[in-house]
């Protein structure tokens, strides 16, 4: 296999052809990328955890620094200012050398607001890109240049297609979220509270709970039920039934998005449906390729949520094709299949269709699906799909025209638990489909 720095650099290659376009397209000289600033709370001294810009941690791994800067003109080196200031009240991370610095120009930044002194003057066909507009029109950087929209659909679209370099991150990711989810199965197993369940993870992945790419879900029993849950309990609930952790990691500023559902009893009804869930969310998979619509996959996965409801009886007296048509297995999987992944969590331009952001909308019966592109080589992208047991959503259907296909009984015996969702993450190759979580054998 290629070494990181060999891949980076055709990686730099790639993204330098890409910002030539981005240049010729929207008639500019080169993009300013910011890396971003820290938001002070209001009515305090302290900042919130900064988050960098996307955008900036495409080009340069450099994703815990802000006040960073890079010029890109798509001919020359990146150039990198790198914010160094002397500082004895923080932490001040040294200027970068790494396996990435050679094929980027590094130079020290002492002050935050010194960087309009070393900008070239000309700016007037400069394109900022980045969070703080305010800070574009100090460096003299016209309204119509700040995230033009011509650049931003540009660059999106093709942050869909993953360079070698971005798939290896990415791969690396998932070792970092697969030794977490073992660490927290094993921490569920031992009669572990949600927090301290999280702690366990974190502590498998070496994130603090603000490095990781979201806040992690930890769901005990009917909390699994609540799709973002975050609350995390101090104390375990009495009796042990259920347990869905999504939680991710991130390496180099690239994320993994990896769910899982364990029972606490085996041979449970709870227990079988979990691992027909997992039987069906694998044989989606083993469906995919290049070429199809996620949209088509999502529909697929609907279908395979009616054969479940028929399967376990929770549904009654209508064919599998009724329960889609009618939208019966909307209640049970409210969200969709699954969305684009990569610098984000749910990475961008999952609706756009060309490189200049034409957008196709989710399907009106499913406006959470967050992908309608065409799957293609280099993207990467979860396959999470779900059953729940949800009052809010259920209810409506307890008094309509279906009811009496309902077995209610049956829902009311699974609400304990909860629900089940089960997430792989996927890339997209020209013959054959790459299962990045599943080839590190998560259960």
């Known amino acids: 296999m290629d070494s990181l720095k060999e891949l980076y650099r055709t990686h730099i290659n790639t993204l330098q052809q890409r910002a030539q376009q981005v240049l010729a ?40 620094v802000p006040n960073c800067w ?14 160094s200031p002397v500082d004895y009240w923080h932490n001040v991370e040294p200027l970068p050398q790494s396996f990435w610095t050679d094929e980027v120009e590094v130079t020290g930044l002492k002050n935050a607001d010194d960087i309009g002194q070393l900008l070239p003057t000309q700016r007037d066909k400069v394109a900022y890109i980045g969070p703080t507009p305010s800070r574009a029109a100090q460096l003299g950087i016209g309204a119509d240049k700040v995230n033009p ?21 990415m791969r690396e990711a998932q070792k970092l979220a697969v030794a977490g989810h073992r660490a927290a199965k094993e921490a569920f197993f031992s009669g572990l509270s949600e927090f301290d369940i999280n702690i366990a993870y ?5 994130h603090r709970d603000i490095d990781v790419p979201y806040g992690n879900i930890i769901a005990l029993n009917e909390h699994a039920a609540v799709l973002h849950y975050t609350k995390l309990d101090h104390q375990p609930p009495a009796k042990r039934r259920s347990f869905l952790i999504d939680a991710g990691a991130e390496y180099l500023g690239y994320a993994a998005d990896l769910t899982r559902s364990y029972a606490a009893q085996s041979g449970s009804l709870y227990a079988q449906l979990v691992e027909a869930m997992n039987s069906e969310e694998l044989a989606l998979i083993d469906t995919l390729k290049a070429g199809m619509r996620y949209t088509d996959y999502h529909l697929q996965m609907h279908q395979r949520i009616a054969k479940l409801l028929l399967k376990f009886e929770l549904v009654q007296g209508l064919s599998e094709e009724a329960l889609v048509a009618e939208d019966i297995t909307g209640p049970f999987m409210p969200h969709g299949l699954g969305h684009p992944l990569g610098l984000q969590v749910h990475d961008v331009a999952g609706f756009m269709q060309d490189d200049r952001g034409t957008h196709l909308a989710a399907p009106a019966q499913y406006p959470y699906l967050r992908c309608t592109r065409v799957l293609e080589p280099g993207m990467v992208l979860t396959i999470e799909p779900g059953i729940y047991f949800i ?53």
């Open 70 to 83: 890079l010029w890109i003109d798509g001919v020359n080196k990146p150039k990198l200012w790198f914010y």
């Open 202 to 206: 974190l502590s498998a992945t070496g």
């Open 25 to 64: 397209r929207c008639k500019l000289d080169a993009m300013l990328i910011h890396s971003g600033e820290l938001l002070t709370v209001f009515l305090d001294d302290h900042s919130y955890p900064f988050k960098v810009n996307p955008q900036f941690k495409a080009w340069v791994p450099v994703t815990q």
């Open 149 to 169: 929209q011509a650049a931003i659909d540009y660059l999106h679209y093709y942050r869909s297609y993953k360079t070698g370099y971005e798939l290896a991150c």
């Open 391 to 443: 009052d809010s959503l259920l209810a409506p259907w307890r008094e309509g025209k279906f009811s009496q296909y309902f077995n209610w009984q049956a829902i009311e015996a699974l609400k304990p638990y909860g629900g089940v969702r089960i997430e792989d993450n996927v890339a997209i190759h020209a013959n054959r489909i790459e299962n990045m979580t599943r080839d590190l054998h998560l259960a």
